[in-house]
């Protein structure tokens, strides 16, 4: 077995800061994460540890199980030299994310010192450090072996307050390059981290499948890039729940509308996208977006036909859209109506002149019974409203596809800390189960495969 893989901040520091970011990310959210290394590139994974255990694995998310996959491809490693005695040709292992994050850390107090060096990535066996280590437990089971993930780099420190000359000669493929500084004394340090990790067995490692979402249909929405027009406004937008320190679940409620007008208005918003915090009793608020927003709509091929999909899923046909509007129509000419006629009325009695007493009383008495009808007619016609926009609620209701999910505050600050770093983002929502937040994260060269990052989040409690 052996790995050796290298970085050089110097050379390509938009792959650094990649790598950098997925890390640091991911040490975020958990104590422990897992490093897989194949032909194809690094494979950063976290995930829980009841998840890992599990041999009845499905791939599928379910409760407790949120996690990040972050792919880095081979391309934006300097080198990448990595044999295992695996058919697949790879390496997993589970180590520390604060062991490493640490050294991540003291390297960029190097990079700030503009110091051109490398960071190398190496696997030593734990036969070269450990010879007593058990392999078996009590129970006379095998224990996965425990080995050491050395990262090595130099810092280059000039003393008598030398200008720095970044300049490098010879390479040495053991110790790294050399530094030169016009005669001045300088000092070379190199810094070593030993961080320990443990390999894990072929079945843990096939155990460990990205998951899938179940859904009937997707709410698939192409978020603003974070450094266009609107990325700033937008992740304002994500943070705001960081006003509320008390919350912890919020709702994402996420609406497209499905156009059956020929003479759609490309330029109109057709989508919807809120932010929903209901806490209980106390208080309520929605946090819209109201930028602009595209989404599409993601089938199950295997969900069948829309006859057989549930009611809310299906599309409302165009004829009821007209029938509603023409509902609304004749709603609006009642009304209209009934003024008309009370116009007409007070037109009337403008020309009637009654003097006597008996006609006084008579008209007394009639005008309590017509206070009556009109209190009647009012109740009647407010209820007839009533009735029409909850039919126009509900057609509308209908006529669109509403996804939305109840999820943990700390899941959706964690997109908000990601969503900076990303050239590409998109958020895919499965109507009361879970949501992936899913970024490309493009390297140095436009010819370089991008990496990829994908926040897979399950409810955290169901819809009430």
């Known amino acids: 077995m052996k790995l050796k893989v290298v970085l050089n901040d110097q050379q390509s520091p938009d792959d650094y800061k990649l790598f950098r970011t997925a890390v640091s990310t991911v040490a975020s959210l958990r104590d422990t994460a897992v490093l897989r290394f194949t032909d194809d590139g690094l ?4 995930t829980s540890k009841v998840f890992l255990n599990d041999s009845t694995n499905t791939s599928s998310l379910r409760g407790e199980t949120d996690q990040l996959w972050c792919h880095l491809p081979r391309d934006m490693f300097l080198s990448y030299k990595l044999a ?5 040709n790879t390496v997993t292992m ?5 062991a490493l994050l640490t050294a991540f850390k003291r390297f960029d107090k190097i990079i700030g010192q503009g110091t051109p060096t490398d960071f190398k990535i190496s696997l030593i066996p734990s036969s070269q450090w450990n010879q007593t280590a058990p392999q078996h437990d009590e129970d006379g089971e095998a224990v996965n072996p425990m080995h050491i993930l050395s990262i090595t780099f130099q810092e280059v420190v000039y003393v008598n307050n030398a200008q720095i000359n970044n300049t490098t000669y ?3 493929t053991h110790n790294g390059p050399s530094y030169s500084n016009g005669g001045t004394n300088n000092k070379v340090i190199v810094h070593n981290f030993k961080v320990p990790v443990k390999l894990l067995f072929k079945v843990q490692d096939l ?4 998951p899938s979402i179940i859904h009937e249909s997707l709410i698939l929405y192409d978020l603003p890039p974070s450094t266009g027009a609107f990325g700033q406004a937008f992740l304002n937008f994500m943070k705001r729940i960081e006003r509320y320190s008390n919350v912890r679940d919020i709702r994402l409620h996420s609406v497209r509308r499905k156009d059956t007008d020929d003479d759609y208005n490309e330029n109109e918003n057709n989508d919807q996208l809120k932010i929903i915090i209901d806490n209980e009793l106390h208080w309520y608020l929605e946090i819209c977006w109201n930028g602009p927003l ?7 091929d295997e969900s069948g036909d829309e006859s057989q999909q549930s009611p809310q899923r299906q599309q409302i046909p165009p004829a009821t859209t007209t029938a509603t509007s023409s509902l609304l129509a004749r709603t609006r000419q009642q009304i209209s109506g009934a003024d008309s006629q009370s116009d007409s009325r007070e037109k009337n009695d403008m020309f009637n002149i009654e003097n006597s007493e008996a006609m006084i009383g008579h008209n007394y008495s009639s005008t309590e019974n017509s206070m009556l009808d009109d209190d009647n007619n009012y109740s009647t016609m407010n209820k007839d409203l009533y009735n029409v926009s909850k039919m126009v609620e509900k057609a509308e209701q209908e006529n669109n596809l509403l996804n939305e999910v109840i999820i943990r505050a700390k899941d959706w600050k964690v997109c ?4 900076p770093v990303c050239d590409e983002a998109v958020l895919l929502i499965s109507h009361d189960s879970s949501c992936v937040f899913q970024c490309a994260l493009q390297g140095d060269t ?3 495969e991008s990496g990829r990052l994908a926040y897979y989040i399950t409810r955290s409690k169901a819809l009430p």
Not at 43 to 46: A, F, H, L, V
Not at 294 to 300: A, F, K
């Open 84 to 88: 295992s005695i695996r058919k697949s």
């Open 207 to 210: 155990s460990i499948i990205e």
């Open 170 to 172: 010879g390479n040495d």
């Open 446 to 448: 436009s010819e370089e």
């Open 416 to 419: 908000s800390k990601l969503y």
């Open 94 to 98: 589970e180590y520390n994310c604060d």
């Open 43 to 46: 494979t950063i994974i976290s």
């Open 294 to 300: 595209t989404s599409s709509v993601v089938q199950d």
